[in-house]
T-cell receptor, first 115, second 117 residues
């Protein structure tokens, strides 16, 4: 199993509160990703990183920011949480990005409830 | 058009029988990869199998095989000899080399498989 941990695993917060989710990997993979999973939508990419301090937006990036100051850590921040951001958040990693055969491995997920 | 279409929201299969989960995709790229993931009720996403667009043979991984029909743009997952532990959501995903997804993994909405004893 890929060494990926996410913290916290569960969080309940109130609307307007800032929230930071952490993804930590021990695989030294260059690429890291944040997805959200909602019923009827599968997984959708929020942001991804292709190296320390190198990040880019995904399909559903509005309302989210990310940071990567170390290879092993990728943070997802909701500056002011809204109820529409209630979701399950997954972190993923991959060794490479450009190759179509590069498999992404997922962390255990974080369940976030915004009241 | 959706990149990945999984037309079966839910399926049932009898234990020890084979089952096929459908996946069709939409891309104009010649180079792409197709992935299947399993998500059990515990929530984790587990990589199952990969098929490259240039692979001449269908991918196989243990009881999992991929029925890849490039001209029809389909990549169906076949699970042989179903087990109770196969009950889960299954997601098909595509990664294009140059397409509009910019190399990111695009997922379908999933199929929920239930294995009956």
């Amino acid at each position: 199993d890929a060494g990926i941990t996410q913290s916290p695993r569960h969080k309940v917060t109130e609307t307007g509160t800032p929230v930071t989710l952490r993804c930590h990997q021990t695989e030294n993979h260059r690429y890291m990703y944040w997805y959200r999973q909602d019923p009827g939508h599968g997984l959708r990419l929020i942001h991804y990183s292709y190296g320390v301090k190198d990040t880019d937006k995904g399909e559903v990036s509005d309302g989210y920011s990310v940071s990567r100051s170390k290879t092993e850590d990728f943070l997802l921040t909701l500056e002011s949480a809204t109820s529409s951001q209630t979701s399950v958040y997954f972190c993923a990693i991959s060794e490479d990005y450009a190759g179509t055969q590069e498999t992404q491995y997922f962390g255990p997920g974080t369940r976030l409830l915004v009241l | 058009a959706q990149k990945i279409t999984q037309t079966q929201p839910g399926m049932f299969v009898q234990e020890k029988e084979a089952v096929t989960l459908d996946c069709t995709y939409d891309t104009s790229d010649q180079s792409y990869g197709l992935f299947w993931y399993k998500q059990p009720s515990s929530g984790e996403m587990i990589f199952l199998i990969y098929q490259g667009s240039y692979d001449e043979q269908n991918a196989t991984e243990g009881r999992y095989s991929l029925n890849f029909q490039k001209a029809r743009k389909s990549a169906n997952l076949v699970i042989s000899a179903s087990q109770l532990g196969d009950s889960a959501m299954y997601f098909c995903a595509i990664k294009e080399r140059y397409g509009g997804s910019q190399g990111n993994l695009i997922f379908g909405k999933g199929t929920k498989l239930s294995v009956k004893p």
